[in-house]
């Protein structure tokens, strides 16, 4: 069965850098975008950005933009979630999520918690 698990998340200061990992098994991760969204207390989650299965096409939501970077390592089946000049409106449970095109089911994983503040 598909799993992803999310790992990483912290409390980080204004301005700092965390690297979220999420680690993928029960399909073929190679041919999967992956996507990064969050949920902060009380929003709707909303999609953070996403990366295509080779990784040549990445797009970010125009608040991450030019801050956070998603790779991922297929030989690990992983993705990452490189985040920059973290601000405290970027405090939120991050979610990876990958969608299984044949029944165009969305799964997600458990989330990890992101705290950015002084």
């Known amino acids: 069965q598909v799993q992803l698990v999310e790992s990483g998340g912290g409390l980080v200061q204004p301005g700092g850098s965390l690297r979220l990992s999420c680690a993928a098994s029960g399909f073929t991760f190679s041919s999967r975008t992956m996507s990064w969204y969050r949920q902060a207390p009380g929003k709707e989650r909303e999609l953070v950005g996403f990366i295509t299965s080779a990784g040549g096409t990445t797009n970010y939501a125009d608040s991450v933009k030019g801050r956070f970077t998603i790779s991922r390592d297929n030989a690990k089946n992983t993705v990452y979630l490189q985040m920059n000049s973290l601000k405290p409106e970027d405090t939120a449970v991050y979610y990876c999520?990958?969608?299984?095109?044949?029944?165009?089911?969305?799964?997600w994983g458990q989330g990890t918690q992101v705290t950015v503040s002084s």
């Open positions: 999520s990958t969608i299984q095109a044949a029944t165009m089911l969305r799964y």
